[in-house]
């Protein structure tokens, strides 16, 4: 069923109308997609059927068409969502996904270093990340091939076959769209100037590639056969009402790190596998925000291209059922992770699909979705 948006979330997408090849923009207005695409104003920033034109144009446009498609909705075609073809909105340039979940880190830290600390003694001074494979980059739906590659058994010996530690990652995405100047880094309190808005992503993992490869470099082939994100882009804007407060960093970060009015958001993720929800992970405590993340991305002087897409890492709260990822749902579990047709998973089988949705708290108690993320895994050809 498609996601009902309201009327003042207003997400974007790019859509495809049936029987055609077309690619159109619409704006989401409760469960249909209204087509910006022919509508007389600001016909140049959708006419190229993607959000790249919009994203560009910078936040003085992006508040301006806010305010044009809250205040009077165009005439344009309404069409139900779920009898269009959502397509990818924007066209990715680069992308580097983090890892601020300090409930996540510090599971993960246990997992793969058991005899060591669970946080490396970078983890509480930097937002830790690493870039990724932005051509990989698919929009929810598409199918993900179980990926192939070297692992070590645990008997020590060296194989080569497909992945048989598939797993998810759900993550928040932000979407990049004034581009920065290269040699010049993005002051912490620009953030609202150059992120457009947000989405949900899913970063597949293959976990015994990546035990395999991961030391001394980080993420490598483990990460970057798929990376699957969320049709619709949530403006920065409609969000404002659930921003809560960062949990307070300590040791206190470094000055371009301490925004002048830091906040994080108050989300809620549903994550399920075949219908069964396995866990509801919140968003709101994570250690580090999208700001700080900004903020560090370019202190080196790295530019920023319309289109860049950062992930925030695997949102993993202080709670079993709130973990992230299936190698901290399966880690130490005193029961196997039951679904509700009565098999158990402790990695991803073929046939199996991943569905992250999330919404919004706002203040008052109301709700604003964010859409979902889906993927069905199919084997290795
Ligand atoms: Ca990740």
């Not at 932000?174 to 912490?188: C, E, H, R």
């Not at 906040?263 to 399920?272: A, C, Q, Y």
């Not at 203040?363 to 979902?372: C, I, M, V």
Request: net charge negative; charged share 20%; aromatic share 8%.
């Amino acid at each position: 069923m498609a996601t009902d948006f309201g009327r003042t979330t207003l997400p974007y997408c790019s859509f495809v109308l049936p029987g055609t090849t077309q690619r159109r923009v619409g704006v989401g207005v409760g469960t249909d997609v209204l087509d910006l695409t022919d509508v007389p104003q600001h016909a140049d920033l959708f006419v190229g059927g993607t959000l790249d034109a919009m994203l560009a144009a910078g936040p003085d446009t992006w508040q301006a068409v806010r305010s044009w498609l809250l205040d009077d909705l165009p005439d344009g075609p309404r069409h139900p969502a779920d009898s269009v073809e959502l397509v990818m909105p924007f066209t990715v340039a680069d992308y580097v996904d983090f890892y601020a979940s300090e409930h996540h880190a510090t599971n993960v830290g246990r997992i793969f270093r058991p005899d060591g600390d669970a946080l490396t003694p970078n983890w509480k001074h930097l937002p830790i990340g690493y870039h990724g494979r932005a051509g990989t980059v698919v929009v929810s739906g598409t199918p993900i091939t179980r990926p192939s590659g070297q692992r070590r058994l645990s008997d020590g010996e060296i194989t080569f076959g497909p992945s048989v530690r598939l797993d998810f990652e759900a993550e928040l995405g932000f979407v990049v769209g004034a581009p920065s100047t290269l040699g010049q880094p993005v002051p912490i309190d620009d953030f609202a100037r150059h992120v457009f808005g947000v989405c949900l992503v899913d970063d597949w993992s293959a976990r015994d590639v990546q035990a395999w490869e991961y030391v001394p470099l980080g993420p490598f082939l483990g990460k970057s056969f798929a990376t699957s994100v969320s049709p619709w882009i949530v403006p920065l804007a409609a969000l404002e009402g659930a921003r809560v407060e960062q949990p307070t960093p300590s040791p206190e970060p470094l000055p371009y790190l301490q925004g002048a009015a830091p906040w994080g958001l108050d989300l809620e993720f549903v994550i399920s596998i075949n219908g069964t929800e396995i866990s509801r992970p919140p968003f709101a405590s994570m250690y580090w925000t999208g700001a700080q993340m900004l903020a560090h991305m370019t202190v080196n002087g790295a530019s920023l291209r319309t289109g860049d897409l950062f992930a925030s890492g695997t949102v993993s709260g202080p709670d079993p059922e709130q973990r992230g990822s299936l190698l901290e749902l399966s880690w130490n579990g005193t029961e196997p992770l039951t679904l509700d047709d009565g098999s158990t998973r402790t990695f991803l089988e073929d046939a199996d699909t991943v569905t992250i949705s999330a919404h919004a708290r706002l203040a008052g108690g109301q709700t604003l979705e964010l859409g979902e993320v889906s993927g069905t895994v199919v084997p290795h050809s």
